[in-house]
T-cell receptor, first 107, second 114 residues
Framework: AQSVSQHNHHVILSEAASLELGCNYS??????LFWYVQYPGQHLQLLLK??????LVKGIKGFEAEFIKSKFSFNLRKPSVQWSDTAEYFC?????FGAGTILRVKS | GAGVSQSPSNKVTEKGKDVELRCDPI?????LYWYRQSLGQGLEFLIY????????KSGLPSDRFSAERTGGSVSTLTIQRTQQEDSAVYLC????????????FGQGTRLTVV
């Protein structure tokens, strides 16, 4: 069965710290990969997506993700987080969503 | 409207009653998804409509759940004989078609079964 695993359910960081959220999936073949974000009180919105081409994709607000086919991974990164990045982040291969990672950034 | 619209935004119902949740997708979007979001559970896929094709119902948790999409636009998710474990936020999303396109989400309907 298709599955997606997000490694951390809760992450707490101080401002300016670097962020990496892990995501692994168990799909074969071509996979369309998404990261969505849900800010407090807001609806889900797209952070970035990968369909093909350069495996390092850049999204909004300084986020990026790297597709590593051999590892079935699509980890999300940001070099320096801000308080406004406090939100829940969802990895969604083929729009099948992981359990989410709640990120809290301390100011 | 410009985005995906869901109604009602909140619904409180008594155990055993039926409820209907409505989703108005973005105009022109052929794909429509329903998900359920429970605390700490992420988003659980329920059902997927694509154009005139038969819907993918593989995520519906029981036969108490059903959904239809009329005229390729508005969709209704119906839960019969609601149970307390049905309490969750029900999210609708639409896209231009298939998983090669970004899905746009509505604000959701928060269902509370008492």
């Amino acid at each position: 069965a298709q599955s997606v695993s997000q490694h951390n359910h809760h992450v707490i960081l101080s401002e300016a710290a670097s962020l990496e959220l892990g995501c692994n999936y168990s799909y074969g073949g071509t996979v369309n990969l998404f990261w969505y974000v849900q800010y407090p009180g807001q609806h889900l919105q797209l952070l970035l997506k990968y369909f093909s081409g350069d495996p390092l994709v850049k999204g909004i607000k300084g986020f990026e993700a790297e597709f590593i086919k051999s590892k079935f991974s699509f980890n999300l990164r940001k070099p320096s987080v801000q308080w406004s990045d406090t939100a829940e982040y969802f990895c969604a291969p083929e729009l099948v969503f992981g359990a989410g990672t709640i990120l809290r950034v301390k100011s | 409207g410009a985005g995906v619209s869901q109604s009602p935004s909140n619904k409180v119902t008594e155990k055993g009653k039926d409820v209907e949740l409505r989703c108005d997708p973005i105009s022109g979007h052929t794909a429509l998804y329903w998900y359920r979001q429970s605390l700490g559970q992420g988003l659980e896929f329920l059902i997927y409509f694509q154009g005139n094709s038969a819907p993918d119902k593989s995520g519906l948790p029981s036969d108490r759940f059903s959904a239809e999409r009329t005229g390729g636009s508005v969709s209704t998710l119906t839960i019969q004989r609601t149970q307390q474990e049905d309490s969750a936020v029900y999210l609708c999303a639409s896209s231009l078609g298939g998983t090669a396109f970004e899905a746009f989400f509505g604000q959701g309907t928060r269902l509370t079964v008492v």
